[in-house]
C-alpha cells in the first residue's frame, strides 16, 4: 500500500509531528511509504526516506530537497522538462495549528487528494477546547465543569482550588497549569495568555482515574483499540507527552469492569459518529465514581496512538479503504445558457 505521511506545520507542535512520523516510519515498514514535509513558512519538501531523522530538520537539510506544489489530486515534483506526481493517500500527521485546525483539511479536500484525518467540521469542534464543551453538550456526553476567560475579563474565576489552567487552542499540554491557590493565579494565566488569546479554566480533580480509547470507521462500524490507563504523575506536561508521542510498543488492556468499558466505548461513538468519519482518533477519559467524562479529543494523536492497535497497519490499511469522499457540486452552466436563449443570443 502507497501512503504519503505529512508532517510539520506551522504550530508550537512542529517538532512533536516530526517525532509522531519518525516514529510511523517504523511502525509502517511494511508500506511503500513516502514523506512530505511542511516547513515552517509553507513550504512542501518531499524527504528522503533515508534521511528521516530529527537532525535533518533541526539542521536545516530538509531545505536542500526536493520542494512540492499541489495540484488536483497530488502533490507535485517540478523538473526543468518534466514533472513527477505523488498520489498516494495523504496521512495528515501535523500536530496542532494547520493539521488539527482545519486548515490542511480544507487545503486537501479543495485539491481532491485522499487523506486519513479529520474533516474541517471534526477539526473545529476538536481543536478548541471551548467549542468541543459545546460538541459535548449537543451529543449529550458528560464533561469537566468549566470557566472560559479572556485577556479583557477581570480574573473572577468562580471554580474552587485546586483548579487548572490551559489554552483553548493548544495541544500536548503547552501552557497548562495545575494551579493550587490564588498566589498561583497570575502566572498560570499569564503564561496560557502567552499561547493564546482564551483560556480554559476547569476543576482540577485529584487521583481521577483516566483512561485512553482510540479508534476509526471501517465497513460501517467503529473499530476500537484496547483501553489504556496512562501511568503519570499529576499530569503529563509536554516533556512527558513529547517521550509519549515516540511510543511503539503496545501497552496493556486496563483492568476495568463491563460495564465501565461500555460506558467509554459509548461515549467515544457518540463523538466519532457523524463527524470524524476518514480520521483514527484517540479520546481522553475520565472516570469519576462510575460516571464518564470527556477531558480531550485528539484528531489526529502522538505517533496515530499506533501503541494502542493490536494490529496497527491493518487498522490504517482498513481505513484508508474506506474514507469519506467529498461531494462536488455539478455545473454545466444550464441556466446561463437558458438565460442567453432567452435573450437571443
Keep these: 500500500m502507497k501512503l504519503t505521511i505529512l508532517f510539520g506545520g506551522a504550530s508550537f507542535e512542529h517538532e512533536i509531528s516530526i517525532v509522531s512520523a519518525i516514529t510511523l516510519k517504523e511502525k509502517l515498514n511494511g508500506f511503500d511509504l513516502s514523506f512530505v514535509f511542511c516547513d515552517q513558512d509553507h513550504t512542501f519538501y518531499l524527504i528522503d526516506s533515508f534521511k528521516m531523522k530529527a537532525t535533518t530538520f533541526s539542521k536545516g537539510e530538509h531545505k536542500k530537497m526536493p520542494k512540492l506544489f499541489l495540484s488536483n489530486g497530488a502533490f507535485i515534483q517540478k523538473n526543468m522538462f518534466s514533472s513527477k506526481e505523488y498520489n498516494a493517500t495523504v496521512l495528515n500527521l501535523i500536530h496542532g495549528g494547520d493539521g488539527e485546525d482545519g486548515t490542511i483539511a480544507a487545503l486537501l479536500d479543495f485539491f481532491s487528494i485522499k487523506y486519513i484525518g479529520p474533516r474541517i467540521n471534526a477539526s473545529i469542534f476538536s481543536y478548541d477546547k471551548i467549542y468541543t464543551k459545546w460538541f459535548c453538550e449537543a451529543r449529550g456526553i458528560k464533561s469537566v465543569e468549566y470557566q472560559t476567560l479572556s ?53 482540577f480533580i485529584e487521583n481521577v482515574k483516566e ?112 474514507l469519506p469522499h467529498a461531494k462536488r457540486a455539478k455545473v454545466d452552466y444550464e441556466y446561463i445558457h437558458s438565460i442567453s436563449a432567452a435573450k437571443g443570443k
Design 151 to 203: 485577556v479583557s475579563d477581570i480574573k473572577n474565576i468562580h471554580i474552587p482550588y485546586p483548579l487548572i489552567v490551559k489554552p483553548a487552542t493548544l495541544g500536548s499540554s503547552i501552557g497548562v497549569s495545575i494551579v493550587r491557590d490564588e498566589s498561583e493565579i497570575d502566572y498560570a494565566l499569564d503564561m496560557a495568555f502567552e499561547y493564546d488569546k482564551t483560556v480554559l479554566v476547569e476543576p
Design 211 to 322: 483512561y485512553n480509547l482510540a479508534g476509526y470507521m471501517a465497513n460501517g462500524k467503529i473499530h476500537f483499540s484496547i483501553i489504556e490507563e496512562p501511568q503519570k504523575d499529576e499530569f503529563l506536561d509536554f516533556e512527558k507527552k513529547y517521550m509519549d508521542f515516540s511510543r511503539s510498543e503496545q501497552v496493556s488492556q486496563a483492568d476495568l469492569t463491563d460495564n465501565i468499558i461500555t460506558k467509554l466505548k459509548t461515549n467515544f461513538e457518540r463523538v466519532y459518529t457523524n463527524m470524524f468519519e476518514g480520521a483514527l482518533i484517540r479520546c481522553d477519559f475520565f472516570v469519576v465514581d462510575g460516571e464518564v467524562f470527556l477531558n480531550e479529543i485528539n484528531p489526529i494523536p502522538g505517533s496515530m496512538a499506533n501503541y494502542l492497535f493490536e494490529d496497527f497497519q491493518a487498522s490504517i490499511e482498513a481505513l484508508s479503504s474506506n
